[in-house]
């Protein structure tokens, strides 16, 4: 990176910006996960296969130059299924934290903010939701509301969301103390001025960090649901349901173009995720040094 | 250890592993277990008067022999005198009485009522108005006959399959709690090869041989049901922990890897057949154009010969092809892969591409829409459900997959009827009889109420088929009405029939004697060994 | 003390209450009847109903709720539609199996964690972390199922040195010691997996709130003291950061009788995991309510417990809200 | 007692502030650090109240309770003759009454690390409160707090930085800049130059001197540092563990002090140079803790002159010189 | 003359921040002599805390140039585990912040014995004696029960008093106090400066002392050194320092002393140049009321005055010359 003259000014942003850069894992990561995303939103002009034309003359190919990472059990193209597959993996994921990230912060604020009563309440329904059993939830719930993408976001978002309400309110009970809380205050700005221009700023880093956790959580719940058969309505792709092809020890040993290459971007799409939070997490943390 | 491939192994073993991918869940009484991996286990603890040998045939077993009356009315079974319960008791024409009793009470939960109800007196005792059935008569400690209302075919076979239950031990306890009886349930005594010595529920049970059975003690001595993973099949093998394994769900490729392993294949045909059903009070599927365009836009055989790897037979009417009563090939129509007659016959249903979207329409404009309910666990039937979406994408047909776990299909399909096609696989039973799954009455349309006559087919014409094959023992007669009915539903189509996928199983080298058959795998395990 | 704990029972109990009423709520409203498969397609539909009727499948929720609820107060959780027996007899048998499994994982993981996250953190910023960092992120990032069949593929197959399923050698009758060697055996796999996650997310918090602790004062005083930094790492920095991590382990406490659903399904290993399973693709109502309800118990009583353990292990904590 | 026709602006009466504590993991709240104990005092337009004590004896708390930061226990806090606290809550003045006053009353907190949002811009936090309280277009609010910044001795170039980049003397005027911006009235500052160097000190107390005389502020100011407070403040409260012993004006308490404890903590101030001699008052003895605070006089553990009613009774305060006020059994 | 104990020769310490590689003590010359209280005093971010803990081995900081000598011995050449000899042996550190340097989570006693532990491993089993003995030598009442208490149990005094007592335990020779009672209130303060002048003159001990408030320094010092932008400007005995201070910065530090108030404060105009500021001439060239020409272009070398009087200023230059 080019050197800035020592006199001139720098932001709190840019410092953060620049630690971030120094993290070579986390520029990697993002680097990987805008690969994907392109790729996947821009999947038709990559490939001409949809995801759904079988050919039943030729089932599991392996690749060749037709079919560049071969066919599936039904054969279709394995490539554009990936690449089509990567926009419902990534959209789960996103859409899925933000419904977290919303309903979260929303809650732990509150009951992080105001305390007494409504922070019992809170906390309550947060310990229900954190005894219910995941997948027997979620199973229930799909058969009540159906599969499909959208249901599966709305499943992981309003199963998940307590952790990040839990971070929230751990972390503004721990800034709510400090006294630019009470010079807020003092100015006369009432609680929710309060909220969202001093304490929600505050609490960024430990939210991005848990909402960067929330994608890759996701992309794995979307996977594992597809395990038990509840992911996206045939025959969309996902890179879940795609591993999940895998499932046996004959196309484990023999065609590792079924499984490879999603199992492949499951983790590179994971990791990526993970470094980059990690990042993000030392990026805003002043105290930790570049 | 466990090391050491199976193939290979040169010790003489005495103990026999076979391998399901579901566990038993320990209703181990024949009257009212419901699945099929606790029937396996009744299969082997107990017994039957008769019982079906690999050619298909009914031979006596538990029974000496067994007569038919002049009138086919009356069937008397002798049984063998050195049967004893597994705790020692004397096997008595008193428990074949009792076992049919039990199945006539009221208070009965499992699902054979049906095979007693046409005996002299059953319905009375059913209704609590006798004291006891009228037509079972204990003649004599090994003697019993069976006295019928009218003649109803299916009776005497699905009777002498009907696994005896001791007096002694489920006499004490009411019908009606039966179901409840965990202990009971759990550890049953029977009269059969094998003896239950432990039920591991989500993992094995464990057999020993009888040593008084009647037919001789089993040649090896230990038994033993495990619980694997499918997918893992291969890995249980390697490692020596399984003599025999269902194969279906493996690969053509990985059953061949195994043969060349020294593994022995067997194959033969299955007693179910996978289909897609039509939603018959659905407007447009009554249409039998529509019905029958589907057939001819799916490509069946090459479905069966690419999804199942060519592993079984095209089922062109719902009846076994390996079954005795299947008409004739020629006589039914095989539907053969024609897309310019799928097209034509939806034209001829008032079905047309005009506006050149790809999907056809009828003159107000509407399009054929379908969705088509599907069960996610279970592989083959998904792929099927994906081909034939993209089958009738083709001739302009619209069909969007509904998943869900097979208790949801169940509900949706069966006790709900809000559906419009429907994958399933339609079990069959020894006898023939077509009368559960399409007479009329077995029609529900009230939501909520269950009737295995799914697609509401309803047809004065075929329930007359059905009732003259049931009302008769001779088999040739019965099997031209079975015949006409055959060719009557491959006419009508109420449902896709796709294919009948062979059973296959891989079993160890050395296991000699292990011959199943379609109906009854381990009617001759106190044969097995392993050399 | 006392008060306390009454107190939070009672609202443990309010927890549960909610708990029950919406799983019941959900898994009733879904489609799907366990009692379907005891139904017989040769039963006429007059009979099938009424014998639905007799088992209570037309009552409303509600009224369903109230017999179940009425029940499970006495500790009655009914009758498995499944497996025809009490569901709690079912759930005790299977617990067993899957303490065996988790606690073995769950002290794998804790030890290895721990270890690790320190030996990390102490060398932050070096190729170890690194290495470390991408080996634990690698570990979040599998599939469980999937990683569980290669390591099937690998040690079952391939290798073919360790079992694929269950939990001993059936065709072996071993005791003593040699049984005990036997079911260690089957447990490789399944812990591997069990642990890999677990370890990996462990490792992560150990490893910042270890260096939380580094960047603290004290740490600085420890070495003017004349400890080495290693040394002050193991004794000052560990104590500390041990007391979130603590917690955190109680918090993890309940996983250890939930069992590993896909795990448990994957290996066959006869645990609630796997009951859990079949209990949601059967319908089986009565195990669904019974298994959450022991797991929601044990996550009240986790909770409560970590925060006992945090004011025991922590003297600043005094002060309880 | 006091009969000056000078307007008084800020009456304290009887103000305690009591944290609950449990002693023992999981007791009940029956224990409260007393850190505030029945204060009252008041202070005149346009004069400085020096606080001054131990640490930890409630002089912060004070200050808050008196803003309503924090919630008091009890007592009342009269500002212009509106009541802003009262434990009878109908005799005070209504929320919105109380948001508009907020503008006329500021802090200056303590720990200059904490009392600044570290992710908002200087400008944003000086603005903050004009935005809130003055009726202005952006322009006129930006031209504000960049006037009242360079007030305090603050380039106005620093409002896009952020207050990480600051010193901790530059952080202490951005916040008095920040309690200045919106034309206080009344300003609590609370130990605005502990920790900082001795030149900045002297430019931070310069400048707040400056603003009292142009703008007719009222402060009260705590602090540790005698030196400052002697010449810097009009009068002095000399609190110990929650209670003011002695009152009165800046010079005489410095010069004459009273009570035992004004005279030990004045003889603890360091020289000015070595050559200085000084005779120190050593206090021995355990130092209470607020929440078990002594019977009778709360300095008896530690007083050199105790007596037996020291320990019996609490002093009533004793009015010396017309102008002073001491806590101690000795002024009988 | 007497042999200095600690001698600090052209010390140079840089950070690497995300601005690139800082230079926070540009070559700082201190020297402590046996039984003496040196006072370093300097603007805040001089440099002062950074040159004591280099001492110990603790900055943290790049050490670019220099030589620390202690007892005769080059210590910036030791290893780790030599180091750990001397810390809190030989030498031992009082930090600023009382709050914050002990373990929160380990009783006082603990924390004292560790002291035992890692120099006399001999002793630690019958410590407690002598450590009583060593607090009520420090006027700590109630010795006995302070040793089982928390430190969040104690005020801010005794906490600085524990802290003292934990460098005193092994008799060393040097103590580094870093604004020891910064935090504290005047009486506090004092108690805990008597009880560092009482160590020094009674043991012998060599204090080395950094503070901001020259009360403090008249109270204690023997002698000053005065930094100001990571070098030492001015070094010299404290009567000098008062009387007769030589470079502008003491003499306007001593300027700003709140007592010579007149109806204002006195405050040094200008600011310290930035941290990544290059700068050629003195430092204090902008703020300097004497600055010439010289000042701005060249770098004003040490002038030795009188015996232990020297001074870097290019006027001190001119004047001698
Ligand atoms: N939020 C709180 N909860 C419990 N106790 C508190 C709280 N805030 C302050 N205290 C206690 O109240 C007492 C007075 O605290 P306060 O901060 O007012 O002292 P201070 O005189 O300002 O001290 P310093 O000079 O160190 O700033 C102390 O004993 C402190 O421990
Ligand atoms: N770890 C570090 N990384 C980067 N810069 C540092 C580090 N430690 C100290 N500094 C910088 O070095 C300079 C000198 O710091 P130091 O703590 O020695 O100052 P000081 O003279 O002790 O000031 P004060 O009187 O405020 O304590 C400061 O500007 C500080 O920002
Ligand atoms: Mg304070
Ligand atoms: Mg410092």
Redesign the pocket.
Known sequence: MRKKKNTEYVSLNEISFRKFMKNRLAVAGIIVIALLVLMSAAAPLITDYSISRTDLMNISNSPDSSHILGTDELGRDVFARLLYGGRVSILVGIASMCVQVVIGVTMGAIAGYFGGITDKIIMRIIDIIMCFPFFVIAVSVAAVVGPGIKNLIIIIGFLMWPNIARIVRAEILSIKENDYIMAAKAMGLSSFEIIKSHVLPNIMSPVLVASTLAIANGILTEASLSFLGIGVRLPEPSWGNMLIAAQNIGTLQREWWLWMPAGALIILMVLSINFVGDGLRDALDPRT?A | GCGGSGGNSSEAKDTIVYSMNTTPQGIFNPLISNIKEDDYVNAVVYASLMQVNEKGEIVPYLAEKSEVSEDMKTITYDLKDNATWHDGEKVTAEDVAFTLKSMADGGYTGGYYGDVQNIKGAEAYHNGEAEDVEGIKVVDDDTIEIQFEKVYAPAVTNIGNLKILPEHIWGEVPVAEWQNKTDLLNKPVGCGPYKLTEFTSGSNVKFEAASDFFDGAAKTKNLIFKVINADTTQAEFKSGSIDIANVEALKKDDVSALENEGYKLVEFPNYMFTYMGFNLRNEKLRDKNIRQAFMYAVDRQSILDNIVEGRGEIVNTPMLPSSWAYPEESELNAYKYDTEKAKELLKAAGYEDKDGDGFVENSAGEKLKFSLVCQTDNDIRQKVAVSIQEAMKAVGVEIEIDSMEYSAVMDKVVANHDYDLYMMGNTLSLDPDPRPMWHSEAISNEAGVIGYNIVAYNNPETDALIEKGNATLDQEERKSAYAEFGKKLNEDVPEMYLFCQNIERVYNSKLEGYTPSTFNEFYNVNNWVIK | MRKFLLKRLGVALIVLFGVSVIVFTLIHLQPGNPYLNMIDPSMSPDVVEQKLRELGYYDPIYIQYMKWIGRAITGDFGYSTQFNAPVFSIILDALGNTILISVASFIVSSVLAIVIGIITAEKSGTWVDYLVTVLSFIGISIPTFFFALILIKIFGYDLAILPSSGMETLTESYTGIAYIFDVIKHMILPVTVLSLTQTATLIRYTRSSMLDALSQDYMRTAQAKGLTRKQAIWTHGLRNSLISIVTVLCLQLPTLVSGALITETVFVWPGIGTLNYNAIMNRDYMLIMGITMMIAVVIVIANILADVLYAVVDPRIKVME | MNTDKEKIILEVENLKKYYPIRKKAFGKTEEYVKSVDGISFSVKENTILGVVGESGCGKSTMGKAILNLIEPTDGRVIYNGKIIYSNDKKECISKSEMTKLRGEMQMIFQDPYASLDPRKSIESIVSEGIKKHRNLTKDEIREKAAEILELCGMDRACMVRYPHEFS?GQRQRIGIARSLAINPKFVVCDEPTAAL?VSIQSQILNLMLDLKEKMGLTYIFISHNFNVVKSFCDEIAVMYLGKIVEYGPAEKIYKNPKHPYTQALISSVPRNSPDEKKERIRLTGSIPSAVEIPAGCRFSTRCPYVSDICRQKEPEGMNLDNDRTVYCHLYK | MMSSLLEIKNLEVS?D?VMGR?S?VRGVDISVDKGEILAVV?E????????SLAVMGLS??KIENGEIIFDGKDILGLTEKEMCEIRGNDISMIFQEPMTSLNPVVTIYKQLREVYKIHMPEKKDNCREEIIELLEKLNIPDAEKILKKYPFELSGGLKQRIMIAMGLICNPKLIIAD?PTTALDVTTQAEILDILKDISTTQKKSVMI?T?DLGVVAEIADRVSV?YFGKIVENCSTEEFFKNACHPYSKDLIGAMPDNFDGRFKSIEGNVPG?YEEVKGCPYFSRCSYASEICKKEEPPVIKISGNHSVRCHRAEQQEV
């Not at chain 5, 805040?44 to 040159?51: L, N, Y």
């Open positions: 040094k | 901790g160097d | 950070f921040t800082v926070v300097g805040s971010g001089s440099g002062k805390s950074v040159t943290g900081g604004e950094i901001h930094m941290m």
